[in-house]
């Protein structure tokens, strides 16, 4: 978990994010603790485990991120408000684009992006600080292992698609890899194709 000013610094930025800039339709649901659709069979998550997930994530100033699931870009722009660079990978082609624009528009210049299958990662950008991986797979992908730094901590919820658990994946300096469970949630899943 981050240290507490960290912690601070992190609760603060996001209690003045808009939410409602991330979604095109249902904005004034946007103060909803709840995940709500973004088209395409996706969803945006709930502002509480957004804000959850990138504390346990501990991302620091000098981290290169890897996040599976561009989505909306709500996550996005946490993670890169925080980190040194983010590499975001997205496979539906309208969400990603759309996601390109709002982070741009929101004057994020750290964060590249690629269209593919985010199953297999970034390799060419490797090894990467953290990971956070935002749909569910049914088993934890050795590829993202592989590009996580020693030491290097990863989120990824694991399961089926009725329900998850969401995995913290730390592995230390000696490449030993560890996880444990932070709660259980339910993620759209993390497709291992390249359907759109």
Same mark, same amino acid.
């Given at each position: 978990?981050?240290?507490?000013?960290?912690?601070?610094?992190?609760?603060?930025?996001?209690?003045?994010?808009?939410?409602?800039?991330?979604?095109?339709?249902?904005?004034?649901? $946007?103060?909803?603790?709840?995940?709500?659709?973004?088209? !395409?069979? *996706?969803?945006?998550?709930?502002?509480?485990?957004?804000?959850?997930?990138?504390?346990?994530?501990?991302?620091?100033? /000098?981290?290169?991120?890897?996040?599976? /699931?561009?989505?909306?870009?709500? *996550?996005? =722009?946490?993670?890169?408000?925080?980190?040194?660079?983010?590499?975001?990978?997205?496979?539906? &082609?309208?969400?990603? @684009?759309? $996601?390109?624009?709002?982070?741009?528009?929101?004057? %994020?210049?750290?964060?590249?992006?690629?269209? /593919?299958?985010?199953?297999?990662?970034?390799?060419? !950008?490797? #090894?990467?600080?953290?990971?956070?991986?935002?749909?569910?797979?049914? =088993?934890?992908?050795?590829?993202?292992?592989?590009?996580?730094?020693? #030491?290097?901590?990863?989120?990824? &919820?694991?399961?089926?698609?009725?329900?998850? @658990?969401?995995?913290?994946?730390?592995?230390? *300096?000696?490449?030993?890899? !560890?996880? !444990?469970?932070?709660?259980?949630? $339910? %993620?759209?899943?993390?497709? *291992?194709?390249?359907?759109?």
């Amino acid at each position: 978990m981050a240290n507490n000013d960290r912690d601070k610094e992190i609760r603060s930025y996001f209690r003045e994010m808009d939410r409602s800039f991330y979604m095109d339709t249902d904005k004034s649901l $946007a103060k909803w603790d709840q995940a709500l659709s973004i088209g !395409h069979g *996706q969803t945006i998550s709930q502002p509480s485990l957004v804000l959850k997930m990138t504390l346990e994530l501990d991302v620091e100033p /000098g981290s290169r991120v890897l996040e599976i /699931g561009t989505g909306s870009g709500y *996550q996005t =722009a946490l993670l890169a408000a925080f980190s040194d660079f983010v590499y975001t990978v997205e496979r539906i &082609p309208p969400l990603q @684009e759309r $996601a390109q624009e709002r982070l741009l528009e929101a004057g %994020f210049t750290n964060i590249n992006y690629l269209l /593919g299958d985010g199953s297999k990662g970034w390799p060419e !950008h490797a #090894p990467y600080d953290r990971i956070m991986v935002t749909a569910a797979a049914e =088993a934890v992908p050795d590829s993202l292992v592989d590009q996580l730094a020693a #030491p290097g901590k990863m989120m990824v &919820p694991v399961g089926g698609r009725t329900g998850q @658990e969401l995995l913290l994946i730390e592995k230390n *300096q000696q490449g030993e890899v !560890h996880s !444990h469970v932070v709660e259980y949630v $339910a %993620f759209v899943p993390l497709e *291992q194709d390249d359907k759109t």
